[in-house]
């Protein structure tokens, strides 16, 4: 999608993204099934109802604890449920970046906005980069072209 988006190779590809990414979330699930063990919710969410209940007042305990994920992230399965799943999010991503441009181009023989360096960020380095970058580009291609259309429009007008 970064090297060839317009390849055909990447349109077949890209347009059958959910049978590509099929695979990867029933890896994650079972990785999620074997990575849980009795004491996954009490190390996420500590605390107690009763405890949360006395008082009368907002005495929130279920709210997940920083020490409680690090100690889960520890734990080499559910360390690799969490790495299948960021992949498959920054691939979804990466995907929905390309997708968006190439649909609204489809035929006209070149892409409107640069896509290259937003699928590269969303499905190599991290999907919320990757959507800023192409938010970013497609900003700055907005004003591009609405300054150049100005003054162009400044130069042709008789005053």
């Given at each position: 999608m ?6 055909r ?15 990867l ?18 190390v996420l969410?500590?605390g ?32 690799a449920?969490?790495w299948?799943h ?14 968006r ?20 960020l ?21 004003l ?15 005053n």
């Amino acid at each position: 999608m970064a090297l060839a988006p317009r390849a055909r190779l990447t349109s077949s590809l890209a347009s059958r993204a959910e049978a590509a990414l099929a695979p990867l979330c029933l890896l994650y699930l079972l990785l999620l099934f074997t990575s849980w063990s009795p004491d996954t919710m009490s190390v996420l969410l500590p605390g107690s109802l009763a405890e949360g209940l006395s008082g009368g007042k907002f005495n929130p305990q279920f709210f997940p604890a920083l020490k409680g994920v690090a100690e889960l992230f520890a734990r080499p399965a559910t360390a690799a449920s969490v790495w299948v799943h960021l992949l498959v999010i920054n691939l979804f991503a990466a995907r929905s970046i390309w997708a968006r441009e190439f649909i609204k181009r489809k035929g006209k023989g070149s892409f409107g906005v640069p896509v290259a360096h937003s699928v590269l960020l969303a499905g190599v380095v991290a999907a919320p980069l990757g959507l800023l970058a192409d938010a970013a580009t497609r900003a700055a291609r907005r004003l591009l072209v609405l300054l150049l259309s100005s003054s162009s429009s400044s130069f042709s007008s008789p005053n």
